[in-house]
């Protein structure tokens, strides 16, 4: 299975993608940000980073990427999308998520090993977990408290579309303490913490976040 | 950022400046004495036209021509045995030091201060001292891999520091966690020393397969310089302002902009990925960053360590405001700019690279036959010089060297004086009291701000005693880095004092489990002008420069901060070491701290009372007097021996460097980080001192009990002092006879302090 990692100028965990992606067994591939082309991947996987400065608000330039088009194009055919911290970002940018992604509660960038719980399994990044599943993966932003209106986040609740909920004390303010959410689908799928860098003790917290990547060789458009 | 259209002023060329010999020049206003201007003019054969003024100033001025510390430093070099020398590719005099670290990778690492410009304006000072550091790296033809910051404030709960710190922190934050760095360690201190005068010191480490190596010349007539990446404005002009005052009537609507740079890291990322591609493709023949005297710095030293002339036309230099003068053009420090030499026939596909990366990217002149380095600007000859005269030929001063005469009685007032708590009661509230100082407790709230997992290379950063990454994947070859200083201990006995620090960067890679390679310094001192200052400066160097003899490892370079003082009160001497070492395969670590149950508790290394300096009498008493710890040097080689082959055997479980705090903060630290308590023994009959000195060339260590006695043969074999304290495991740290500590009252003490100092969320 081929699964393309986006670089846009600014990204900054796209080898980490990339190195999770290999040890899940697939294979990774290099995506710029100014082509209009996926090389015929399976998944895409847009990491996290500060995509072009984020001098403006985070992700909202990276959205609006020639790769981009393409990967709304394919969202829309089912491909498996996963959005990682600043992906996360794009993709609520991108109109592939709802909601936004505020500075945090705190206003300080916060980096630490966050508690998570699995709420869905039911989407194509987590279906390889068990539902209520723990996983412990390292949480690196200063934007990441998850906002929307209130039709909305009892939409994502009621769906079941809240995939990943803190645990342990909630780090940034988001709402209902959501970490990551899905599309209605399930296809596309994004979230604040970092899974690519729980992917081997030495190097994380734990190697909880492989699941993730794991999930996705099962998942891929037939 | 384009101001409205000035008027042009009159170009102050080589040919007026020839014929007007006795046109006054604020030359003092830029920091040149009247010998120094005399000197220009005499090297020139006329007066100095505007922008040679500038380059002369800001190129022989402290901070570039180290004028002040250039004989000292020089001891360095005298001490540097080949057999030191057989591991270093490149030393001092290079943007940053280089060291082979086996199988085919070379390690390029350096640490710098930006003290000054973080305590005018915190976020934007610290955030460029990051990325100064980082292109510093970049300029060796590495990939920079990790950064490190050591930081110095006055006292937690002055008002100042609540103004410097969090700015200081969000700027190597932001610039650091937006270039995509894992920042892997460094220090905080707070001391009455450093109020008004804070440190940022920013260290980088940066690795590259040791063909990629660039060096900074500029060789090749017909190669061209290109200059890359930010456009160049009135930022960081600081003091040549003076010139542009005299030459711009007011009223032309030009904006004074801070002296103080603006940093922008998204910029600096693209350029660290361009100028990696540029490298891979082999498209750079030299490279030099801009940092510190910009173009001025960049282009004269090209040109010096080159084999010939070059020729410059500023007209080429892509600007972000209008109606810049030469020599502000020349002395602009803005951020993000690199200059690179490149083969004619490369020049298409190297502005195709930087055309890829959307950096800006201008040929800006030629190696040119002759020797000379010569600027042109609006068609018109401004710099005619020779570039050694300007980038290496600068004054050298033998500054006075005088122990002050207050030194004798800071070495007589010794701590024995100090009320000591005594009995069980009180000497377990003083371990709670030292764990909570603001010295000794928690950097969290500082280091979470710090990403340290990106780029998923990171086996160890803070709280841990050595930052660790590894550098090859498949074979898990990696480095670690350390920084340290005690700096009362240096103002007590500045020779001791700076290989006390030494000791402890070394014992801290030691303690990970790598083995020492080499050093990096930078050296935060007050006044040069001040003889005292000089004597501590020279009593430190050489104590670092013997210190690395005796250690067998190099210092492969370093910055000299002086300067450092509110009025005529300077820091505390504060020569911060940097040590790198290389361990073969990272997955051999000894991790930080109690990390298993029902291990055995070993102490390595001896206790003796020793409270000079030490953290106890600067919290508890405010006390600054006496003899710092005696410094051993043979017994710190042998310990570090001892534990990196314990590493490599698998022989210890956890490890803790023994410093600030003595062992009451190592036990606390160790079970706090390990999260699992402890019952230990104490090593000294008297057992305040066996809680608190900070006797050096000490360190915890634990191991498995079957392997206990090897680890303890290990020991005597290398000759270090081993003595059994207890197990692991429990929920409480429990010592002697003390009642013991429940977790949960150490990690409210050691972890709510710098929270309840500075989290003060914006209101509104």
């Known amino acids: 299975m081929r699964i393309g990692v986006i670089t846009f100028p600014g990204t900054l965990d796209d080898v980490d993608a990339a190195r999770a992606v290999r040890y899940a067994g697939a294979e990774p591939v290099s995506l710029w940000h100014a082509d209009h082309d996926l090389a015929g991947v399976d998944a895409v996987v847009v990491p996290g980073g500060f995509s072009y400065g984020d001098y403006l608000r985070a992700g909202a330039i990276a959205s609006l990427a020639p790769i981009m088009t393409e990967v709304k194009d394919a969202a829309r055919r089912g491909m498996p999308v996963l959005g990682i911290c600043n992906g996360f970002q794009i993709l609520c940018e991108a109109g592939l998520l709802p909601g936004a992604l505020a500075r945090n509660s705190g206003l300080h960038f916060v980096c630490r090993d966050q508690r998570l719980r699995i709420e869905s399994t039911a989407t194509a990044w987590t279906g390889a977990a068990t539902a209520g599943q723990e996983i412990l993966v390292p949480l690196k932003s200063g934007e990441g408290r998850f906002v929307a209106d209130a039709d909305t986040v009892a939409r994502l609740e009621g769906e079941g579309r809240v995939v990943f909920r803190y645990l342990g004390g909630n780090p940034n303010g988001a709402l209902a303490d959501i970490a990551g959410i899905s599309s209605a689908d399930g296809r596309v799928v994004g979230l604040m913490p970092h899974p690519e860098h729980a992917i081997d003790p030495l190097t994380g917290p734990s190697d909880d976040g492989l699941v993730l990547f794991t999930s996705v060789l099962g998942a891929a458009v037939g | 950022m384009v101001a409205s259209s000035p008027a042009v002023p009159a170009v102050d060329t080589v040919e007026l400046a020839a014929a007007s010999p006795d046109q006054p020049q604020p030359y003092r206003e830029l920091g040149l004495k009247d010998d120094e201007y005399e000197r220009i003019r005499s090297i020139l054969g006329r007066r100095p036209t505007d922008a040679e003024l500038a380059m002369y100033s800001v190129m022989w001025s402290e901070h570039c021509s180290y004028k002040s510390s250039k004989v000292h430093l020089a001891y360095f070099g005298e001490k540097t045995t080949p057999a030191m020398r057989q591991k270093m590719l490149a030393g001092i005099g290079e943007n940053a030091g280089v060291v082979d670290i086996g199988d085919g990778w070379a390690v ?87 109020a008004g005068n804070p440190l940022v010191n920013a260290l980088c480490v940066g690795a590259m397969r040791t063909e990629d190596l660039h060096l900074a010349f500029a060789s090749g007539t017909g190669n061209l310089i290109v200059l890359f990446g930010a456009r160049t404005g009135l930022d960081g002009i600081g003091g040549v302002s003076v010139l542009a005052s005299e030459t711009f009537s007011d009223g032309t609507g030009r904006k004074k902009l801070p002296a103080v740079q603006v940093g922008d890291p998204f910029t600096e990322k693209v350029l660290i990925e361009c100028c990696l591609e540029l490298y891979h493709a082999g498209l750079v023949v030299g490279i030099q960053d801009l940092g510190g005297a910009g173009l001025s710095c960049a282009t004269s030293e090209l040109a010096s360590a080159g084999d010939g002339g070059m020729r410059i036309d500023l007209d080429a230099v892509p600007l972000r405001a209008s109606g810049m003068t030469a020599a502000e053009i020349l002395s602009s420090e803005s951020q993000e700019r690199m200059c690179a030499v490149v083969r004619p026939q490369d020049v298409e596909a190297f502005l195709a690279v930087c055309a890829k990366w959307d950096v800006l990217a201008n040929v800006i002149g030629e190696v040119v036959d002759g020797g000379r380095l010569v600027i042109t600007f609006r068609g018109e000859t401004v710099v005619d010089v020779p570039p050694r005269t300007v980038a290496h030929d600068g004054p050298v001063y033998e500054r006075p060297v005088r122990r002050g005469p207050g030194q004798d009685a800071l070495v007589a007032d010794v701590p024995d004086r100090l009320p000591r708590p005594s009995g069980r009661a009180a000497l377990r509230a003083e371990i709670l009291r030292m764990a909570a100082s603001p010295n000794l407790c928690s950097r969290a709230w500082v280091t979470d701000q710090y990403d340290r997992y990106v780029r998923g290379n990171t086996t ?52 990970s489990g790598a083995v020492p390679l080499a050093v990096s310094d930078c050296l935060n001192f007050g006044s040069p002008e001040d003889p005292h200052v000089m004597w501590q400066f020279q009593q430190a160097v050489r104590g670092i420069a013997d210190g690395c003899a005796l250690l067998g490892i190099p210092v492969t370079g370093g910055n000299v901060s002086f300067y450092n003082q509110t009025g005529d009160r300077a820091i505390l001497p504060t020569p911060v070491v940097g040590v790198l070492g290389v361990i073969d395969d990272v997955a051999r670590r000894v991790p930080s701290g109690f990390v298993r149950d029902g291990d055995t508790v070993v102490l390595l290394g001896d206790t003796r009372d020793e409270l000079g300096g030490s953290e106890w009498a600067h919290h508890v008493h405010g006390h600054l007097g006496g003899r710092p710890p005696a410094v051993d040097l043979a017994a710190e080689h042998r310990l570090a021996g001892l534990l990196a082959a314990s590493a490599a055997r698998g022989l210890v479980t956890g490890s803790h460097d023994l410093s600030d705090g003595g062992l009451a903060q190592a036990l606390v630290e160790a079970c706090l980080v390990g999260g699992r308590g402890a019952r230990v023994e104490l090593p000294h009959p008297d057992a305040f001192v066996a809680l608190f000195a900070e006797s050096a060339g000490r360190v915890l260590v634990t191991a498995a009990p079957e392997q206990v006695d090897d680890l303890l043969a290990a020991a005597s074999t290398a000759g270090v002092p081993a003595h059994v304290l207890g197990t692991t495991g429990g929920p409480a740290l429990a010592v002697g006879p003390l009642e013991p500590l429940p977790l949960p009252a150490l990690r409210s003490a050691w972890e709510g302090t710098l929270p309840a100092l500075f989290d003060h969320p914006v209101p509104g």
């Open chain 2, 108 to 194: 390029t690492f350096k640490v710098e201060s930006h003290n000054h410009p973080s305590y005018v304006e915190p976020f934007q000072g610290a955030a460029t001292g990051v990325g100064g550091i980082v292109r510093d790296i970049m300029a060796m033809g590495a990939r920079p891999i990790a950064v490190a910051d050591p930081l110095r404030f006055g006292p937690a709960d002055a008002p100042d520091t609540a103004r410097v710190l969090p700015g200081v922190v969000a700027g190597v934050g932001t610039y650091g966690n937006s270039l995509g760095l894992p920042n892997i360690g460094g220090e905080v201190v707070f001391d009455a020393g450093y």
């Open chain 2, 460 to 511: 160890s950063a803070q709280p841990a005693d050595a930052g660790m990454v590894r550098v090859d994947e498949v074979t898990g070859r990696g480095i670690a880095v350390a920084t340290d200083c005690n700096a009362r201990f240096v103002a007590l006995d500045p020779y001791a004092g700076a290989q006390l620090a030494l000791a402890e960067a070394y014992r801290n890679v030691a303690t």
